[in-house]
């Protein structure tokens, strides 16, 4: 069982930055060389929604709104996934979670294995 622990979410003025932390523990020799790492979010009365994913060995996909402003990436001596976040706007504003399956592509469909407790993000206008 893998367990991931996010941290960094905040508050920020729109046209600012955050970075967001997702640490894995568990089975980390797994966690490195076979699960593929990403982000959701899910802002009030909304369906969670993919952000971005990597795998093990770099490869990215990002939901195609937000392009150029998030990327995702990973220390695989760490453990630990990242996303930066910049440019925020207020419809950013949401819990993120950290999630984690099997798969070693970036795109294609996920079977969430872990889930992490979420971080909240709010961006005022």
């Known amino acids: 069982q893998v367990q991931l622990r996010e941290s960094g979410g905040g508050s920020v003025q729109a046209g600012g930055s955050l970075r967001l932390s997702c640490a894995a523990s568990?089975?980390?020799?797994?966690?490195?060389?076979?699960?593929?790492m990403g982000w959701f979010r899910q802002a009030p009365g909304k369906e969670r929604e993919f952000v971005a994913a990597?795998?093990?060995?770099?490869?990215?996909r990002y939901a195609d709104s937000l392009k150029g402003r998030f990327t995702i990436s990973r220390d695989n001596g760490k453990n630990t996934v990242y996303l930066q976040m910049n440019n925020l706007k207020p419809e950013d504003t949401a819990v993120y979670y950290c999630?984690?399956?099997?798969?070693?592509?970036?795109?294609?469909?996920?079977?969430?294995?872990?889930w992490g407790q979420g971080t909240q993000v709010t961006v005022s206008s």
């Open positions: 990597i795998t093990w060995n770099g490869g990215t």
């Open positions: 568990g089975r980390t020799l797994t966690i490195v060389t076979t699960y593929r």
């Open positions: 999630a984690a399956d099997r798969s070693r592509f970036a795109d294609g469909p996920w079977v969430v294995e872990s």
